[in-house]
């Protein structure tokens, strides 16, 4: 089983420059979220998809961060303009469904560098 | 409000002795589940164990087992014959199921160091 897809690894872009990160999750999770891990500090949770519809996004900031997963599979997470604060690991992760016994699959990440 | 408590930033153990991390939880949701993590220098978070509110007995997986106890709101994760492979960063999660939207949130972390 293909496991969840984070492309690019690694992007260094200069502040106010927009940046756009890729995910693609297990086949047939219907969940899929985006998480921003700051060095040093656990995962926080961005936003949340249910098939294709937005389940949470309290903690993104929609001023500049937007998503989408469209037929409810890909996603992309956009940042424009960036910001030296958003420097910090962009992780995707998958379910299979809400519940609390579904544990949730990561990718690796994509570490964003803004300078 | 779904909260996540991991007070102890780093530890140390000798490698083949048992090690303790701890986790404890905030929830008004009777119904919910508690994750540990594992975070490698390499990056990827890898899934440990599971333990659900309603299960009666604690949790184990191979050398994980899961301390659970409901009435403190702590899920303690117990490495027993630690391994320097297991020197990494760990995380405690929790879902809530009554929720509206069943949030997946981690705690700070723990980063083990094991000692030969």
């Known amino acids: 089983e293909a496991g969840v897809a984070q492309s690019p690894r690694y992007k260094i872009i200069e502040k106010r420059q927009s940046v756009a990160f890729w995910c693609n999750p297990i086949?047939?999770?219907?969940?899929l979220y985006w998480y921003q891990q700051i060095l040093g500090q656990g995962p926080k949770l961005l936003i949340q998809f249910q098939n294709n519809g937005v389940v949470d996004d309290s903690q993104l900031p929609k001023d500049r961060f937007s998503a989408e997963r469209l037929k409810g599979v890909d996603s992309t997470l956009k940042i424009q303009p960036a910001k030296l604060e958003d420097s910090a690991v962009y992780l995707c992760a998958s379910s299979l469904r809400i519940g609390s016994d579904t544990e949730a699959f990561f990718g690796q990440g994509t570490r964003l560098t803004v300078v | 409000a779904q909260k996540i408590t991991q007070t102890q930033p780093g530890m140390f153990v000798q490698e083949k002795e048992a090690v303790t991390l701890d986790c404890t939880y905030d929830t008004s949701d009777p119904s919910y589940g508690l994750f540990w993590y594992k975070q490698p220098s390499s990056g990827e978070m890898i899934f440990l164990i599971y333990q659900g509110s309603y299960d009666q007995q604690n949790a184990t997986e191979g050398r994980y087992s899961l301390n659970f106890q409901k009435a403190r709101k702590s899920a303690n994760l117990v490495i027993s014959a630690s391994q320097l492979g297991d020197s990494a960063m760990y995380f405690c999660a929790m879902r809530e199921v009554g929720g509206a939207t069943n949030k997946l949130i981690f705690g700070t972390g723990t980063l083990l160091a094991v000692q030969p």
């Open positions: 086949s047939g999770h219907a969940t």
